[in-house]
C-alpha cells in the first residue's frame, strides 16, 4: 500500500493559484453560511428551500419531475423527497402524478409558496448584492461571470446550472 509520502510528487499550486484558491476555499464557506443564516432568520427557510421554489417558480407552469428537480439542485432525490415533503406541510409545494409519465411525480409550487418566494426574495437580494456585488464595478461582476462559466465547464454535473 502507497503511503502519502511514497506518491509521485503532484502538480502543486504555484503561489498565485495557492493564494487564489484560499481565497476561493474562504468565500465557498462563509458566503453560504451567511445566506442560510439570512434566509433562516427572517424568512424560516433553508437556502436549500429558497433555491427549490426558485426553480418551481422558474419551470413552465410553476412545476418540474421531481428527478429533473434533484438534478437541477445538484442533491439526491431522497434529499430532493424530503425537502418536498417539508415543504408540502408548509403549504408551499404539492405533488401531482406526471401527465405524461405514470412513474413520476410533479411537484408544483403553490400559491402560498410562490407568496412565500415573493416575501422572502427581497432580504435575499439584499444581501447578495451587499454582500456580493457591493464591492465590484461593471467590469468586475462581468469577470466574476466569466470565472464562475469557466468554473462551471469543469465541474462534474454543473450542465444544469450553465444556463442561468
Known sequence: MRTLDCMDDPQ???ADQQVA?????NVMITLPAALEAQLQRDSGMSHFEYSVLVELDDAPHNSIRLSWLAARS???RSRISHVVTRMEKRGWVRREPCPTDSRAMLAVLTENGRAELVRAAPGHVEL????VFSGLDDETTSDL???CDAL???LPGSAARQDK
Open 12 to 14: 502543486w499550486l504555484t
Open 21 to 25: 484558491w484560499r481565497k476561493l476555499a
Open 74 to 76: 445538484h442533491a439526491s
Open 128 to 131: 447578495v448584492r451587499s454582500l
Open 145 to 147: 461571470g466569466r470565472v
Open 152 to 154: 462551471l465547464r469543469t
